[in-house]
């Protein structure tokens, strides 16, 4: 199975930038569609972005459009989520995920989850 570990979180000021990983520990991450999600005290877990097993296709919230980028390294067994501009609404728990058969939309089967990685941004 997929075991997930994101990284990269922190406290950065309004108008910032952060770039978040996911490493996976398994043995078939090229198989997979990844996806970033966020969830704020209070608040459901949201759909950030997705990226196809190739990277080829990839899906954003409307929220974050223009302002994160989402890319992966399939040598690396690694998915990136490069966030900038970033605004206080921002501040969540991000986690990183995969789907079998997906293409990195919000409506995939999202089926293995990372611990997550607390991203502040202060005003």
């Known amino acids: 199975q997929v075991q997930l570990a994101e990284s990269g979180g922190g406290l950065v000021q309004a108008g910032g930038s952060l770039r978040l990983s996911c490493a996976d520990s398994?043995?078939?991450?090229?198989?997979?569609?990844m996806g970033w999600f966020r969830q704020a005290p209070g608040k459901e877990r949201e759909f950030v972005g997705g990226i196809s097993w190739a990277g080829v296709r990839t899906y954003y919230a409307d929220s974050v459009k223009g302002r994160f980028t989402i890319s992966r390294d399939n040598v690396k067994s690694t998915v990136y989520l490069q966030m900038n501009s970033l605004k206080p609404e921002d501040t969540a728990v991000y986690y990183c995920?995969?789907?079998?058969?997906?293409?990195?939309?919000?409506?995939?089967?999202?089926?293995?989850w990372g611990q997550g990685t607390q991203v502040t941004v202060s005003s």
């Open positions: 995920a995969a789907a079998s058969y997906g293409s990195g939309t919000p409506r995939d089967e999202y089926r293995y």
């Open positions: 398994g043995r078939t991450f090229r198989e997979y569609a």
